[in-house]
Structures are given as structure tokens and as C-alpha cells.
């Protein structure tokens, strides 16, 4: 549908302003605790009110805005405390993914982990923190995708939004990158070597390791 057409109430209207809020607050462009003003936002995207108020509310379901009472709407503060105890329920699912993935995938899957692993060692060491970060969310997503398990890939999607900021701040910490990338080779190694238990448990290591950063 061209731009001009889109409409500005309705489903669809609601979805376009939900898609462009939600990346909007990933990616940063909207700060942790930033008022959501509803006719500001209707205009910039060119939608009503009510589709607003109900992109909001969504948003509200997915854990990345607040609503306060007879305040409106701001980009929900996630605590390092929240960040911790995310990271500690991601351990259990991005295990399971991983176990899942030892077994599941296809040789194809494998060699597509292994080319990561080698994007990500080369953005350490071309010192390029936002890169290796970027692939880093990569090989999560596709450790969970090669899983085949589809309740854990829905729970863990709504847990990662709430951490983009945590997970930006750390890959930019000096030194981080540099000890993550051989926790995340020890993991694809593991799934290539088809080791379930062993991928499970590179996985904890890791996020054990995240767990001890963000509190840091």
C-alpha cells in the first residue's frame, strides 16, 4: 500500500504505529523513561489517537512502555535488578534452545554459526564494539530460530526487547566483547560438535558471565 494511502484508524493503523514505536524504543531512538505523548505521536506517524492508545497498550503487554496513573505513557525503565533477574530466566530458555539446536540443525545451520563466529572475532579485533553487538544479537536469534522450539523463541523475543539498553551499554564497556566472544565460540563450537549438554552449558557460562557484568 502506498504511504499516502495508509490509514490513519483501524487495525492497520494500529499495527504501522506499534511497528514504529516498538523499533523506535530497540534501537534507542526513544530513552528509558521518555513521555509518550499521545497527539505528538499520532502526528508524527500519521494515525489517530485511539490507534496510539492502542499501540501503547501492546507495547505496555510486550514490557517496553509504563503506563502511570494520570500521567500517560513513558519507555519503561528497566533496573539493573529486572536486567539480572531477565538474564537469569534466559539462561534456562537460550539453554534449551541451544540443547534443541546440538541436535536439530542442519549441517547448512551449523556452517552459518561458524560464519558469525568468525564476523564476530573479526569485529573484536577491528575494535568495532556496535558490530560485534549487532552479531552477537544474531547468533542468539539464530541459536533459537535452529531450535525448532517455537514457545521458547516467542518467550525469550519478549524478554531480549526489555534488555536492548543493558546490552548495548555492555558491549561498549571496554574489554567486554573481547571475553564475550570466547564464551559465544565455546557455544557454537558446542553446537557444532552436536553436544547437547555441552551447549546447554556453554549457555549458562555465558549468561552467567552477562549476570556478573550487569552488575558490575
Known amino acids: 500500500m502506498p504511504k499516502e494511502a495508509r490509514p490513519s484508524t483501524g487495525e492497520q493503523a494500529k499495527q504501522h504505529a506499534f511497528a514504529q514505536l516498538r523499533q523506535a524504543i530497540l534501537h534507542g531512538d526513544m530513552a528509558p523513561a521518555q513521555r509518550l505523548v499521545e497527539n505528538?505521536?499520532?502526528e508524527q506517524?500519521?494515525?489517530t489517537r485511539a490507534?496510539?492508545?492502542a499501540a501503547l497498550i501492546d507495547l505496555e503487554?510486550?514490557?517496553l512502555v509504563e503506563r502511570i496513573r494520570n500521567r500517560g505513557s513513558r519507555v519503561r525503565v528497566v533496573t539493573v535488578e529486572e536486567a539480572v533477574a531477565i538474564t537469569e530466566c534466559r539462561m534456562v530458555l537460550e539453554g534449551l534452545c541451544a540443547a534443541k539446536a546440538a541436535v536439530a540443525a542442519s549441517d547448512d545451520q551449523l556452517a552459518e554459526l561458524t560464519e558469525l563466529g568468525t564476523a564476530m572475532t573479526k569485529a573484536v579485533a577491528d575494535g568495532e564494539p556496535v558490530t560485534y553487538s549487532d552479531l552477537n544479537h544474531e547468533?542468539?536469534?539464530r541459536i533459537r530460530e535452529f531450535s525448532g522450539q517455537q514457545t521458547a523463541l516467542e518467550l525469550l523475543e519478549r524478554l531480549n526487547a526489555q534488555l536492548v539498553r543493558h546490552r548495548f551499554?555492555?558491549?561498549l564497556r571496554p574489554g567486554r566483547p573481547q571475553q564475550s566472544l570466547?564464551?559465544?565460540l565455546a557455544m557454537i563450537e558446542a553446537i557444532r560438535s552436536r553436544d547437547p549438554q555441552?551447549?546447554?552449558a556453554a549457555v549458562r557460562a555465558h549468561l552467567t558471565s552477562v549476570i556478573e557484568a550487569l552488575r558490575v
Do not use: Y
Request: glycine share 8%; proline share 0%.
Open 169 to 171: 551499554q555492555l558491549a
Open 40 to 42: 505528538e505521536l499520532a
Open 51 to 53: 490507534s496510539i492508545r
Open 198 to 200: 555441552a551447549a546447554e
Open 61 to 63: 503487554a510486550q514490557g
Open 139 to 141: 547468533l542468539h536469534t
Open 45 to 47: 506517524f500519521g494515525v
Open 182 to 184: 570466547n564464551e559465544h
